[in-house]
């Protein structure tokens, strides 16, 4: 079955703090996708990620992958409330197009 | 404007009726997607073309879901016999390289 996990679900923090949202999947994969969603908005794309040891980072985001734990990581430094949205990690499983989501991390940043 | 866009944004059906929703792919995007998200999750792979071939339909709940992009560009996914649990958000992407994938505004459809 192919799977995406990610944990926590539910992440409320305060500003100016660090923390890390993680992204389990079940099969082997070529790439692994970070997206933010606003309420009521459509997804936003923040990183690719394709191989392994991968790391991008774009302002306070920072994003890795492990192809051999499965595991992807999107850490937050600093943290400022404009990056309050959910965020979702996905994965295209073994050469397919299609790609398959996991359930979302709701961040709340509060001042 | 150059992004994925979608249209109706939002479409309310009484059970039982059709609808159809329908996606402008970035020009010259050869691939398109249908993804449904529904409340507090995360979206799900429906159907996949290239071009006009649709290629992978595997995620299609039923027989009463249809799509269709008959010259490579636009497509219309169709509902038949709408049920309550189709409501949804439906979410149109399309990519050129098979890389970046860019996702339209989407289509709330609740059925009543």
């Known amino acids: 079955e192919l799977k995406v996990e990610q944990n926590p679900l539910f992440l409320s923090m305060q500003e100016g703090k660090n923390y890390t949202i993680y992204c389990n999947y079940s099969?082997?994969?070529?790439?692994l996708y970070w997206y933010r969603q606003d309420p009521g908005k459509s997804l936003e794309s923040l990183f690719v990620?394709?191989?392994?040891?991968a790391v991008k980072q774009e302002g306070r985001l920072m994003a890795s992958l492990d192809t051999k734990a499965r595991l992807s990581t999107l850490h937050i430094t600093a943290a400022v409330h404009d990056l309050s949205a959910t965020y979702f990690c996905a994965h295209s499983p073994g050469g397919a197009q299609k790609l398959v989501f996991g359930q979302g991390t709701r961040l709340t940043i509060n001042p | 404007g150059a992004g994925v866009s979608q249209s109706p944004r939002y479409k309310v059906a009484k059970r039982g009726q059709d609808v159809a929703l329908r996606c402008d792919p970035i020009s010259g995007h050869v691939s398109l997607f249908w993804y449904q998200q529904a409340l507090g999750q995360g979206p799900e792979f429906l159907t996949y073309?290239?071009?006009?071939?649709?290629?992978?339909k595997s995620g299609l709940p039923s027989d009463r879901f249809f799509a269709e992009r008959p010259e490579g560009s636009v497509s219309t996914l169709k509902i038949q016999r709408t049920q309550q649990e189709d409501s949804a958000v439906y979410l149109c992407a399309s990519s050129s390289q098979g890389l970046e994938m860019y996702f339209g505004p989407g289509t709330r459809l609740t059925v009543t």
């Open positions: 099969t082997t994969s070529d790439r």
């Open positions: 073309f290239q071009n006009e071939a649709q290629l992978d």
């Open positions: 990620l394709l191989s392994n040891g």
